[in-house]
């Protein structure tokens, strides 16, 4: 029979220690809601003595109506010197009215010299004092024994002497944290095991990610006989974070055989890491492990051969698991294994082994040599094989463009753009001023072509990125422009790549426009009366 492991999430109170990290009240209530959905059995808040968003943050949380989760409060053990009635720390975690406190006390005596100035005695008193009285008050508690490990490699004795007074005093989870997040896996069995025999109280894992072992320091602990793992998700925390629960979690559950969760939260895991990210505006890493965009992606050409026959010749679990799912990448690692797989996914038409798919891998091996990039660029990729498989209605033609930066003394830069293009045979100029040559390019497309696809002023642009190819070349270099554009509910992504910077721009514009207008409903340019209605007029 598997182990159950219990979560407690951290993201809303060290996650938030960590650099970058800052999250509203309204951020922190929608997170808690997303984590008691998965499942996690705790979610440390934040730390009431500390801050009025926190104390707003408890005030708020009692009204939501959560299905799994206990919200924990935050805090020290009391001052020293100071009767825990009179401390305001645990005065505002009383005040915070959860049924669940955690507090952290100091284990290593070179902290409790150097850090709290005070004596090896008075810290073992502060611990007590502060244990009991949230027991007294009614209180859950969770002891976390702040360098637990350090303070044990250097004075077991006390280290082990702090922990015992939080269990005389009643906790009910006795955590040792890695603070300083330097302990190595092997150190953490020995050390919790070592524990698990001497207490008799359940034990839990803190460990921070400084040596990026905070995930398999858990798991250590966990075989070694702990049962509550403290993270985050997607590894937010203090310095280089905490052991990140997105990993902790599929571990443990898929490879370990423990439960912490159901299979149906597992797999709103890659749904919850995002979302996370998304509130507090933090990209993920495309490569992280379990829930990255790049965590099921394959791009070597033998990969994707390979994964055709069996997902598992290079998948070590199936993605839906944790709710990710399988991508193909094209570039020019692709084989036609790739190209295949990419033209199916988009619905088209094109077998292995015949000459047209060869000659698109070879055209897109060459777009790649001179500097395009396809793997980043989904939209014009698919534009590509569209073209290649006579999928691809002529949207709009593009004859020319003209571009005007001009700069007089005292007056700001103007960029102005003109376009002439030719939509179901009428030919259209369209001029347009912009913050910019390339948003002035961009107001002029949109103008000419709006008459004809009004659904286009939903679409925006919303990111461009420039690199240069050949640096050596200095202002001659190649420069490669990704655009992302959007219209609310798709995003997609184009590349154009020239020697001119507006050129290269232009070309990842005209296929972002292309793309987005493929598909749409289109207003027949015959329809006067149409034209009317919407106020529109042909220039
Ligand atoms: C390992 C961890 O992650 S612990 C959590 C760390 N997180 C944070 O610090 C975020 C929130 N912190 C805060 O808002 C503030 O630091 C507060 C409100 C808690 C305290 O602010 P201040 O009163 O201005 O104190 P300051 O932060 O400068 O110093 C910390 C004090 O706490 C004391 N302290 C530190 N750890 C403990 C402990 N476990 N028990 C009791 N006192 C402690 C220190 O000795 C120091 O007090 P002293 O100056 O009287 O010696
Ligand atoms: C308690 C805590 O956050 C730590 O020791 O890292």
Known sequence: MSKAVTIFDTTLRDGTQGEGISLSVEDKLKITLKLDEMGVHYIEGGWPGSNNKDIEFFHRVKDLKLKHAKITAFGSTRRKLTPP?????????????????????????????KALQTTLEENLAMIYDSVRYLKDNGLEVIYDGEHFFDGYKNNPEYALATIKKAEEAGADWIILCDTNGGTLPHEITDI???????????????????????????????????????????????????????????NLQLKLDYTCISPEQLATLT????????????????????????????????????????????????????????????????????????????????????????????????????????????ASLELLLRQASGQVESVFEVESFKLLVAKTADQ??????????????????????????????????????????????????????????????????????????????NTWSTVGVSTNVIEASWQALVDSIRYSLIGKSRIDPAKDEQRERLGLVNH
């Not at 009635?85 to 010299?113: Q, R, Y």
């Open 85 to 113: 009635e009179e401390d305001a720390n645990l005065k505002a975690i009383l005040d915070a009215g959860v049924s669940c406190a955690t507090i952290f006390g100091k284990s290593w005596d070179f902290h409790v010299h």
């Open 412 to 489: 700001p830069v103007v960029s102005e753009a003109i376009v002439k293009l030719k939509v179901h045979g009428e030919e259209v100029y369209m001029a347009a001023e912009g913050n910019g040559p390339v948003n002035a390019l961009d107001n002029a497309l949109r103008k000419a072509l709006l008459q004809y696809y009004p659904d286009i002023q939903d679409m925006h642009l919303s990111d461009y990125k420039v690199r240069v190819l050949d640096e050596k070349d200095a202002t001659a270099a190649k420069v490669r422009v990704l655009v992302e554009s959007t219209d609310f509910q």
């Open 192 to 250: 919790v095991k070592d524990v698990k025999s001497k207490v008799n109280v359940q034990i839990g894992i803190h460990a921070h990610n400084d040596c990026e072992l905070g995930v398999a320091n858990s798991i250590a602990a966990v075989q070694a006989g702990a049962r509550q793992v403290q993270g985050t998700i997607n590894g937010f925390g203090e310095r280089c974070g905490n052991a990140n629960l997105c990993s902790v979690i599929p």
């Open 271 to 378: 749904n919850v890491a995002r979302y996370v990210n998304e509130l507090a505006n933090v990209n993920m890493p495309v490569n992280q492990p379990f829930v990255g965009t790049a965590a099921f992606a394959h791009k070597g050409g033998i990969h994707v051969s390979a994964i055709l026959r069996h997902a598992k010749t290079y998948e070590h679990i199936t993605p839906e698991l944790v709710g990710n799912k399988q991508r193909v990448l094209v570039s020019e690692l692709a084989g036609q294994s790739n190209l295949v797989f990419k033209a199916q996914e988009l619905g088209i038409d094109f077998n292995a082994n015949n000459s047209e798919t060869k000659k698109i891998i070879q055209d897109i091996k060459d777009l790649e040599h001179q500097g395009y990039q396809f793997e980043g660029a989904d």
